[in-house]
C-alpha cells in the first residue's frame, strides 16, 4: 500500500480521468468520462479531476474545464509532445503516488487500452477492462466496475476492495458528456515531472485516416445489421434505409466478418459504443458483446426471424419476420413518404 | 523533483504566463500614481480580445509608457503602440520590442501569451523573455479570476 505524504491532503480529488485529446472534437470519450466522474465524485464528496499530458496542451485544458473538470493536473512539456506510453505512464504513475487518488478513468481507445494497463501494474493495482457501467454502491460505497466477463457471455461486477487507485477503462458512447460551459473556472496544478525514461519511440510522421461521413459514435439514428441479413446485397439496403432516415449504419462481427461493413462500423465489446435516439437492429440475435455497445440508445426497435432471440428483451418494439422483406417494405414505405 | 505549482485556469481565455495558463493575473498597483504595474485583466465570455494595462519603465527606471485597457494614454518617450491581427506591439522609439502580445483562437476559446521585457521604476526586471514565452520575475503576482474591479492611478488622483 502507498505511504502519505505531505501532498496527499492538498485540494482533494479523488476521481481522476486521464485526459486523452488524439482525434479531439471527434472522440469524445475523455469529455463523457469527465461527465460520469463528476457524478462518481460528488458521491464521495469529492471533485473531478483530469491529467492532461503534452506539449502545447492549452486547448484541450480549456476544454476540460469547460465540459466539467473541477481540477486539471497538467504537464505541459517538449519530452512529453507525442504520445509516448512509457513516457506517460511514469509521469501518471507517479503523480498518482503524490495525489492518491481513489478512481482513475480512461477511455478505452487505443492509447488508452495500452497506457492503463501499465499503470496498473506499475501501481501493483487492478484495473477493469472496456467497462459498460460504473457505479458507487450506495449500501457499501464500493465502486463497482461493470463490464463483459467469460469471453462476454456475462456483465461482471467488479470490485477492487484494497488497492487503489480502482482504474478502468470505458468505451466511447457509454456516458454522456456535459454541455460546454464557457464560465466553467478550475484549479489547475502543475505537479512536478519524474525522471523521465529515455524516449524508445521516434514519431516521423503522423497521417490521419480520411474521416468517412458521419461519426457513427455522433449518429442520431443507427441501423444495425447482423448475420442474418444474409447477403451483401441485402446489406447493402441497409444503407439505403440509412439514408433515407438521415442515419449511418453499423454493423455486428459476423456482418463485418462477412465483409459486408467495414471494421470501422462493429459496435460492441471490440468496436463502437452508441447512443442513438433511434436504433434499428435487424437479424441480430443481441449477445451481450454486440449489446454491450448500444445501451444507451433511446429506442431500440429489432427485426428477427425467430421470435425467442434474445434481442427481443432489450427492445422497445420488436418485429418478427424476415429481415430482407422487412428491409425492403421500410425503404419503399419511407420512399414513398418522404 | 521541483515542487508542485497551482493557479486557476478559466474555460474561454487565459494568459500564458510563466509556463502556466492563468484567467488573469496582476504584478504592482493601477492605483499607484507612479509605480509599475501589470494588469491582464480576467475576460468574460463574449469577449475576445484580452484587456492589457500597465505603467513601463526602462532598465534605467525611466518612464517608457502607460497603458489602460490596449491604449496608450502616457507615452513620455514617444513610443509606438501598434494593432497587430493577433494582439499588439509596444516598441521603443529605437524601435526595440517593449511587449508583444499575440492570442491564439481556437473553436471554444483563446490564449494569450506575452514577449518581451519589462522593468520597474527602479529599474528591477519584472516580466523576461524566456525562450519563446514569457516568465514573471519574484513572487508578486496576484491571480485574478474576475475582472478587475479597482481604479487606475490618474482616476484615483482625478477623483
Ligand atoms: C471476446 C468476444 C468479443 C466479441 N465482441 C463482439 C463485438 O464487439 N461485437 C459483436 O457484434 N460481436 C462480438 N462478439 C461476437 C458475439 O459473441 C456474437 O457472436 C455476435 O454479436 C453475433 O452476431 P449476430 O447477432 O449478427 O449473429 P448471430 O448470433 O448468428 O445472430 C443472427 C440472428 O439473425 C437471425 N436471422 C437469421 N436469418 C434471418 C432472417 N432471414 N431474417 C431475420 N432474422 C434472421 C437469427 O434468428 C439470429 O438471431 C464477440 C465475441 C467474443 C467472444
Known amino acids: 500500500m502507498l505511504k502519505r505524504n505531505r501532498y496527499m491532503d492538498r485540494g482533494t480529488c479523488l476521481v481522476w480521468v486521464f485526459g486523452d485529446y488524439a482525434d479531439y472534437f471527434q472522440n469524445r470519450v475523455t469529455l463523457q468520462l469527465i461527465a460520469k466522474g463528476k457524478a462518481l465524485a460528488s458521491e464521495l464528496g469529492t471533485r473531478v479531476g483530469v491529467v492532461v499530458l503534452g506539449e502545447d496542451i492549452g486547448q484541450y485544458v480549456m476544454e476540460y474545464v469547460a465540459h466539467g473538470a473541477d481540477v486539471i493536473y497538467a504537464a505541459d512539456n517538449n519530452a512529453l509532445k507525442d504520445y509516448d506510453v512509457e513516457l506517460f505512464t511514469a509521469v501518471a504513475a507517479s503523480w498518482v503516488e503524490i495525489f492518491r487518488p481513489e478512481i482513475f478513468l480512461a477511455g478505452a481507445t487505443a492509447f488508452g487500452r495500452e497506457l492503463f494497463p501499465r499503470i496498473a501494474k506499475r501501481l501493483r493495482t487492478g484495473l477493469s477492462a472496456d467497462c459498460v457501467a460504473l457505479e458507487i454502491d450506495r449500501e457499501t460505497g464500493a465502486f463497482v466496475q461493470t463490464t463483459p466477463a467469460f469471453g462476454g457471455d456475462l456483465l461482471a461486477d467488479v470490485v477492487t476492495p484494497v488497492m487503489r487507485p480502482q482504474m478502468a477503462t470505458v468505451h466511447p458512447g457509454i456516458f454522456r458528456e456535459l454541455p460546454h460551459d464557457p464560465f466553467a473556472l478550475a484549479e489547475l496544478i502543475h505537479p512536478p515531472l519524474p525522471n523521465l525514461p529515455e524516449r524508445k519511440i521516434e514519431v516521423v510522421r503522423r497521417r490521419k485516416e480520411k474521416a468517412r461521413r458521419a461519426s457513427l459514435t455522433d449518429a442520431g439514428v443507427v441501423i444495425v445489421g447482423g448475420k442474418g441479413v444474409g447477403s451483401r446485397a441485402n446489406f447493402d439496403k441497409l444503407f439505403q434505409l440509412a439514408e433515407l432516415l438521415g442515419g449511418e449504419v453499423g454493423a455486428t462481427r459476423p456482418a463485418v466478418n462477412a465483409g459486408w461493413a467495414g471494421e470501422e462500423r462493429l459496435l460492441g465489446q471490440t468496436g463502437k459504443s452508441v447512443r442513438p435516439r433511434l436504433l434499428i437492429t435487424i437479424g441480430t440475435s443481441g449477445a451481450l458483446q454486440y449489446t454491450a455497445g448500444i445501451r444507451g440508445s433511446e429506442t431500440v426497435i429489432a427485426v428477427n426471424r425467430d421470435h425467442s432471440a434474445p434481442i427481443f428483451g432489450l427492445a422497445d418494439l420488436g418485429i418478427v419476420g424476415d429481415a430482407d422483406r422487412i428491409l425492403s417494405l421500410l425503404i419503399e414505405e419511407l420512399n414513398r413518404r418522404l | ?159
Not at chain 2, 22 to 32: I, N
Not at chain 2, 41 to 69: Q, V
Open chain 2, 1 to 159: 523533483m521541483e515542487g508542485i505549482r497551482s493557479g486557476a485556469v478559466s474555460a474561454h481565455h487565459n494568459y500564458m504566463i510563466s509556463g502556466m495558463l492563468r484567467p488573469g493575473f496582476l504584478v504592482g498597483d493601477p492605483g499607484s500614481a507612479k509605480g509599475f504595474y501589470l494588469l491582464a485583466d480576467f475576460l468574460l465570455p463574449g469577449e475576445n480580445t484580452p484587456r492589457i494595462s500597465g505603467r513601463f519603465f526602462d532598465e534605467r527606471g525611466d518612464m517608457l509608457l502607460e497603458l489602460t485597457w490596449n491604449r496608450l494614454m502616457l507615452d513620455p518617450a514617444d513610443c509606438l503602440y501598434r494593432p497587430t491581427p493577433y494582439g499588439f506591439h509596444l516598441s521603443k522609439s529605437s524601435g526595440e520590442i517593449i511587449l508583444e502580445t499575440t492570442t491564439r483562437r481556437f473553436p471554444n476559446g483563446y490564449i494569450t501569451s506575452f514577449s518581451g521585457r519589462l522593468y520597474d521604476e527602479k529599474g528591477v526586471l519584472k516580466l523576461d523573455q524566456e525562450g519563446s514565452s514569457a516568465r514573471l520575475v519574484g513572487n508578486d503576482s496576484i491571480m485574478l479570476t474576475a475582472p478587475y474591479q479597482g481604479c487606475f492611478g490618474k482616476e484615483k488622483k482625478n477623483a
